[in-house]
């Protein structure tokens, strides 16, 4: 019989970055069908796996275990992994579980695994209705488009939690934006510059939004304006950051600038190192400092495709003035964030330049409000946009008995209680929760550090105690 973390190995050889979650989702649907378990694969890739009650339990409720198929998939600056066609190169060190030069995965498919490992097991349990999702990482996509005709449960542990004892039991909905930004580009000779940021510490866009790393595309936004008043350049590319809900940590961009001799262009070389230099007090709360920040290289004296002067103007006035970081704090909880912005995202071709960003708010009426806001942005630079992914926040339950009975499950287990939560991040319980009346749901998971960033690992001392936990709670529902 294979453990989760069997199962979590073989996960992580199939690629399944948000939006690449095809292979995966036929590879779980296989794994029901091999053992004869109830299985519903929609045209989203989201799958149902229905596990009946083990004996003794077929009069108790039934109850969801759900977590989502996609990762946040990010890579170092070094590596060369395609991770649309490559799986993960996992390794242990210091009792932790890591990927080289790559994220990990672990949100969320340790949820996966577990859920495998338990519908591949006689454990005891009442009826298991097992929903993994596709594309939670960028807007809850297939929570939103899923199905639940077939789901009798109104009990529902969601595994998307990423610290052990830290029961999650409210989160903030969101939205995705994504800015489309029409280039107009002309030949043009001039010294080519590339100017590159990284060594960032990157993160979560919800759970780490408080803690002021630098957004490696407002960084890089800002110095750009300041070299384009000495020099008026032109843009070549901006590119960098890896999804919108994750703080970009690293990004490149080429400017041309058109007028000038050698001499004065190496000038140009020098003046760019210097304002760079001196950012670097400015990152010291934000970046590793083992590795680089700021860098630039001249390339030389070529012939390229540049911007115009107006779609670089453009490109700098939406990226200077769209906000980064924390809107608002919750007025009841100073400590608790309500409202935030993350530009996450930008990738130049040919005729555009496409920026995604996230909305995150507690509360609906503010969500709604930053979402006008960007979109008034847009339009009033010209820009075409698009906002997707708008998923509901999850209230607080005050009678909650799933909660009551997991908290209490807790504490004879380990002997303290769990602490309770509400994050700045978007659960798919909110989703769920507008879609199946009276559903009474909890968050919970093992520790993942660093979650969508090549520095996340996976305590394994921590994960077999939530499963173990898991188990736990499944016997006693």
Not at 118 to 143: F, N
Not at 207 to 230: F, H, P, Q, T, W
Not at 307 to 325: I, M, P, V, W
Not at 471 to 477: C, D, F, G, S, Y
């Amino acid at each position: 019989m294979k453990t989760y973390m069997d199962y979590f190995e073989q996960l992580c050889k199939i690629p399944h970055g948000s939006g690449n979650t095809k292979r995966i989702s036929d590879f779980l649907k296989k794994f029901a069908e091999e053992r004869n378990l109830y299985s519903r694969q929609d045209a989203m890739n989201n799958v149902v796996i229905i596990k009946e009650a083990s004996q003794g339990y077929e009069n108790h409720e039934p109850v969801i275990l759900q977590g989502h198929m996609d990762m946040v998939a990010v890579k170092t600056s070094k590596c060369n992994k395609n991770m649309q066609e490559e799986g993960l190169d996992l390794f242990v060190e210091d009792n932790c579980l890591k990927a080289r030069n790559t994220s990990l995965g672990g949100d969320d498919g340790i949820a996966v695994a577990y859920i495998m490992a338990i519908m591949d097991s006689d454990v005891k349990a009442p009826r298991i209705e097992a929903v993994i999702t596709v594309d939670e990482e960028v807007g809850m996509l297939g929570a939103s488009g899923i199905e639940v005709n077939d789901i009798t449960a109104k009990r529902m542990i969601n595994i998307d939690q990423e610290e052990e004892g830290v029961f999650v039991v409210s989160c903030a909905g969101g939205a995705g934006i994504d800015f489309n930004i029409p280039v107009r580009r002309k030949e043009q000779e001039g010294h080519v510059f590339r100017i590159e940021l990284s060594g960032l510490k990157g993160g979560h866009s919800g759970v780490d939004i408080n803690k002021n790393r630098g957004n490696a595309i407002k960084l890089m936004a800002e110095v750009l304006s300041e070299i384009y008043k000495e020099t008026g350049f032109s843009l070549i590319s901006f590119d960098g950051g890896d999804a919108d809900n994750a703080i970009p940590n690293r990004v490149t961009s080429e400017i041309m600038v058109i007028n000038g001799s050698a001499s004065e262009c190496n000038d140009i070389n020098e003046k760019i190192k210097e304002m760079l230099d001196g950012r670097r007090v400015f990152l010291d709360d934000g970046i590793n400092t083992d590795e680089g920040i700021f860098s630039v290289c001249s390339i030389g004296y070529e012939k390229r495709s540049v911007f115009d002067k107006k779609s670089t103007e453009c490109l700098l006035a939406l990226l200077n003035r769209h906000r980064y970081g924390i809107v608002a704090m919750d007025e009841a909880n100073p400590d608790f964030v309500k409202t935030s912005l993350n530009p996450g995202k930008i990738t130049t071709t040919e005729n555009e330049v496409v920026l995604l960003s996230s909305v995150r708010s507690s509360n609906s009426a503010e969500k709604q409000n930053l979402i006008e806001e960007l979109c008034d942005l847009a339009k009033e630079l010209e820009i075409d946009y698009k906002v997707s992914g708008v998923y509901d926040g999850w209230d607080y339950d005050p009678d909650s008995k799933l909660r009551e009975l997991m908290v209490s499950a807790y504490e004879d287990m380990f002997n303290k209680k769990p602490e309770l939560e509400a994050i700045h991040a978007g659960l798919e319980c909110g989703v769920f929760a507008s879609k199946i009346e009276g559903l009474d749901c909890i968050s919970i998971g093992p520790d993942i550090i660093n979650i969508h960033s090549v520095n996340e690992y996976l305590p394994i001392d921590s994960a077999q105690r939530t499963y173990e936990y898991l188990l736990k709670v499944l016997e006693i529902l």
